[in-house]
């Protein structure tokens, strides 16, 4: 706790550790030009070797985010399968359509079953392109962009710009008016690019309704 000779911090702390409690966040959560204040807390009565607080350097207000992440013996099993997607860095689209014509065109049609048949097309289809773009493992970022859609790759980029100058500006206390100026240019850049993205989702949703209509 700061400033422990102001009586009513002093008697907040015995408060609390009366209780037996103990404040986790140990380094200022409100960094300012003129000043740097712990104001947001997590208690615990838990033993540390239990807890692990932390920090999250993040401009969502002008307070640092706080977390504890807790030890337990009861954790449950975590979705870690992986996932794929087809990989078209190296896809030659004419000589891929040339295989499925050839492909398509050498099968044997079950005229009696159009449904087998067409299973039997799309399960060809996959195949070829299974060869032409390979299933690749996605990374843990591209799962993540693939369950955002409207994070296009120039908003991702800004984003990433963006969090790297704030970190900066939190280490210098955000002495360096030239950087701060490059945050907020970048910030309001990348606020633009998403409204666009959130009225573009607006506009097919829209359009969409009303097709089944």
Known sequence: MQQTAIPQVRNYGNAYKSYNCLQLIIKPTRITPSSSTLINHIYTTLPLYKVTPGILINDLSDHLPIFVSIKSAHVENVDTKAQFKHDFSNFNAEEFMDEIKETLNSMIINSNNPAAALDDAIGAIKKVLDDYAPLKKMSRTQRR????PWITSDLYKLIKTKNKLYRALIRCKF????????YKKIRNKGNHLLE???????ILSISVSLMWK
């Open 145 to 148: 962009l693939a369950q955002k």
């Open 175 to 182: 002495g360096n008016e030239h950087e701060h100026k490059r």
């Open 196 to 202: 666009i993205t959130n009225q573009q989702k607006k």
